[in-house]
């Protein structure tokens, strides 16, 4: 009874910024991967960012390199997607997910086992 929520989506002018927020509850496994993908209407869906469990290792997608930040507070079961420098392409449907059988790495999203139900981005004038 894996659950992921996430939070801290809404409406954001160009050049801004927002966090994300996924809450993990339920049972963990002992090694995952999670991140959050991105969906927007027109365009493929896109894992943006992810981090291991274990040992920390993060990837992020070439569209949000140097300016999206992944973290995660262990006491809080929280992982945290700091987003700077918003562009409109920047806007869809974000997604924390969880994927025991995952790697940091290109491609990430194909191998996630458990969604959360996704918090909407809006970067717009």
């Known amino acids: 009874q894996l659950q992921l929520v996430e939070s801290g989506g809404g409406l954001v002018q160009p050049g801004g910024r927002l966090r994300l927020s996924c809450a993990v509850s339920?049972?963990?496994?002992?090694?995952?991967?999670i991140g959050w993908i991105r969906q927007a209407p027109g365009k493929e869906r896109e894992g943006v960012s992810c981090?291991?469990?274990?040992?920390?290792?993060?990837y992020y997608a070439s569209s949000v390199q140097g300016r999206f930040t992944i973290s995660r507070d262990n006491a809080k079961n929280t992982v945290y997607l700091e987003m700077n420098s918003l562009s409109p392409d920047d806007t869809g449907l974000y997604y924390c997910?969880?994927?025991?059988?995952?790697?940091?790495?290109?491609?990430?999203?194909?191998?996630?086992?458990?969604w959360g139900k996704g918090t909407l981005v809006t970067v717009s004038s």
């Open positions: 981090i291991n469990s274990n040992d920390g290792l993060t």
């Open positions: 339920g049972f963990t496994p002992d090694y995952y991967v």
């Open positions: 997910a969880v994927g025991g059988r995952a790697v940091a790495a290109p491609g990430f999203e194909a191998a996630m086992d458990t």
